[in-house]
């Protein structure tokens, strides 16, 4: 089976959030909703990857682990 990009999979994810939405003009900060949801959800996948070693995780996203604990703190995923 061929892999996906990530982008990819979120154009499939984004035609199926505009397909439900009455109006489109009706969706604001879109941006930022896509923006949020998606470092949440590659934090959450990535810290379960690694048994919550927040080194090990902040290796993987390439970011500190002063940024990652920040991030952990702001998307409220504190055990």
Request: aromatic share 6%; hydrophobic share 40%.
């Amino acid at each position: 089976m061929r892999s996906q990009s990530i982008s990819s999979v979120l154009e499939s994810i984004l035609d199926n959030f505009f397909l439900v939405q009455k109006n489109a003009n009706d969706v604001s900060g879109l941006y930022g909703m896509v923006i949020r949801e998606a470092e949440y959800a590659v934090i959450k996948k990535t810290l379960k990857l690694t048994n919550r070693n927040k080194k090990q995780t902040a290796q993987i996203l390439g970011i500190s682990r002063n940024k990652l604990n920040s991030k952990i703190k702001f998307l409220k995923l504190e055990e």
